[in-house]
């Protein structure tokens, strides 16, 4: 199993919705107020896997991942908008509306609520453009499910790997989770090999399980266990 360095920034102006708490406020007078109420998200954050609300900033040696702002939304839709990376995923022509949708939906319930899917923010240190992004979804209170995406400039570099690694990390040993899924389907090449690299497990073949953009399609379904992800990391 690679490993991968990275730190957990205690970002006092994270909101627990996902938005930045400063951006959405303004002003320096919220800050106690801000601060007192990160001091509580990261105990409940800690102390049991039921009550997450607020995603930290991540940071990885190259990259930042970090909860969505508005104004990621324009480089989210251009690279969601071209069929390369469309392709295998859920959409077709996507819009800004449809993003403003997603990212409206994100913020309507906290961080880490069962039942939905957040998206999170990929960004180079040395380049503070959106890269990509994760999606992880909150299946229940031992289980998720994660997604990546990547725009095409950036591809092939390593992000995703950097940037999964860091969300397994923080889905096992802050989050507490017990097993983290991923399905995809299985013509995509760089999703199969993306998630063999990080050490989850093909453990599931759907064959025609999905009518997908016109024709019936297979998917894998890989997983791993926090056991496995911890004893791979001393091993
Ligand atoms: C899947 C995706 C996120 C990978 O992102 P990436 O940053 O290019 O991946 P990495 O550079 O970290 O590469 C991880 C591994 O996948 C391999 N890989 C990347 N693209 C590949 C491709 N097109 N074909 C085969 N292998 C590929 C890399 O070579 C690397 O393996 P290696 O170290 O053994 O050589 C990216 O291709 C993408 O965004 N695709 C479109 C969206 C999508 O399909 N998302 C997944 C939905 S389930």
Redesign the pocket.
Known sequence: MPTNKFQILKNPFCSPFGGNREERTGGDTLKIKALQTVKLCYKKDYSTRKRIHMFPKIKTDNLIIRPFVKSDLIAFTK?RALP??????SWSNYTYKDALALYEKMNQVPFGTEGNWFQLAIEKKDSPSLA?DLAIHFIDPDQVEV??????E???????????MALLEYCFNKLNKHRVI????TR??????????VGMRKEGHFIENRYFKGAWGNEFLFAILRSEWNHADSA
């Open positions: 690279y390369s990376v469309a392709k295998f995923q990509g997604g990546f995406t990547i725009a095409p950036f591809q092939k570099k390593s992000i995703a790997f950097e940037a999964l991923a399905i995809t389907d995509n090449l760089a999703s199969c090999r993306l998630l063999e690299k």
